[in-house]
């Protein structure tokens, strides 16, 4: 009987033993794969966590925190988690459901009353399971937020002006402003702000201990700066702070050491070390397939990966990919990039972060790590996406190049630069300041981004942010019955001038 058990305790540690080899084997190649996508994309640095059978089997940090520098990301480097941020927020609100607080289909004015739309039938219908599917029929509405200086309540009050684009529940596009209305719910039943919420019941339970809600709390330098593509060269840009002020829609910042408890909590149905946040269905809730997410509205690798579907979850996105659901949620500010994945039927997952604005590299690498961790299969997807972005790329270059010429060239102004000299104003996207700086007219917009404007043709002149990541703009010139400016027209809005020189 000793020696049966003796030969089973071997034949065991054998298995054991090949299983660490084979997963030492996959971890080098994958390795080996990450370092040649990251020099393909050029990406300054990047961290990698994958997850499988509820252990990590990967994490890595590659590159520098800031170009031109020794500054290494290691795993505790702080990275934006950006619009992953919103599957923590729907796993919060689902805490106070599984603690009868509130029902995922009660009326948000039940706990805001406040709250206005723009239809008054959407504001008395709208239900708290809306409020993290894109399906309200409010358009985007980042204007509030990006080089916006109005508060979270201001945002939300300036929300009764958004005419819809859309019909209620018909249609998605893409929300951030709905996942801030969220946060205000979560601080009314609660009593706590969402940003103290999220800190209390689901950073400190997991050990989280150096994830933050808002880039004001960040306490040391160990963190990321973004970069940005800028005529051809990467550069050093500064961090969209202005996300501070709809937190629960993606102002989390974490490291890959951190953002592996979450990831392995959310991978095993919310269960971490001492318990669970949410009970098995509200797990499943969150996940559950609940929008249809158009093809307008979904990512480019659909080209490639060709899903059978595309919808939408309480913050991710779902598609399938080899037979299996994926869940997964990309983060985005400008500089920095993050993705979250998780194959719940292969017990696989993956979160990347990177320091380089949309590098898609986080889509190549979280389809290689599925394949190579989880589904088998060697497929390139990194020469495959760079392919297809740069496609997309070229094809945006070729579309402005028609347009500028379009240009009609050797005509003026109608009136001399000092007339458009002024303050335009819109009630929902602010005010542009123009003025003279040394014989050239100059914008501020809402007293953050600046940029020169040059005349193009006639009374339309062409606005270069002097925060080059942040583009160009045409702006055309209206004037009134008296030959006077009287309003601007920006990309179909049109500001009213409300002083005049």
Known sequence: MGLLVCVQCCLLLQVAAQKKTVQQDTSALFDTYVKKAIKEWEVPGLAIVVVKNNQVVFKKAYGTRELGTTQWVDNQTLFVCASTTKAMTAT???????????????????????????????????????????NSGVGNTDYLWADNTLSSDEILDHLKLVTPSYSFRAGFIYQNIFYLIA?????????????IFIRERIFQPLGM????????????????????????????????????TIGPAGSVLSCIDDISLWLKCMLDSSKYPGGRLVKPETWKELLKPQTLVTEQEFYPTQ???KPNFTTYAMGWFQQDYKGRKLNFHTGSLSGAVAIHAQMPEEKTGV???????HAELRHALMFRAL????????????????????????????????????????????????EYIGKYQHPLFGTIEIIMVNGKLTSITNHITTGTIDHWNYDTFRLVYDQKWKGKEYLNFHLNTEGKVSEISMNGVVLEKINNK
Request: charged share 30%.
């Open 371 to 418: 394949d190579q961790f989880a589904l088998g299969g060697d497929r390139d997807w990194s020469a495959e996406f760079l392919k297809l972005y740069a496609q997309i790329k070229n094809e945006s270059l070729k579309n402005t190049k028609e347009s500028e010429a379009k240009r009609v060239l050797n005509t003026h102004p109608s009136l001399p630069l000092e």
């Open 183 to 195: 946060g205000k719910v979560i601080e009314k039943i609660s009593g706590k702000p969402w940003s």
């Open 92 to 134: 919060c609100m689902g805490m106070l459901v599984d603690e009868g607080k509130l029902k995922w289909d009660d009326p948000v004015t039940k706990y805001l009353p406040a709250l206005q739309l723009y239809d008054p039938y959407v504001t008395r219908e709208l239900r708290v399971r809306d409020l993290f599917l894109h």
């Open 303 to 305: 080209k490639i990966t």
């Open 209 to 244: 201990n150096r994830t933050v809600s808002q880039f004001a709390q960040i306490k040391d330098d160990n963190f990321s700066k973004p970069h940005y593509r800028i005529d051809s060269t990467i550069t050093v840009i500064s961090h969209d702070r202005e996300t501070d």
């Open 351 to 357: 979160y990347i972060f990177g320091n380089l604005d």
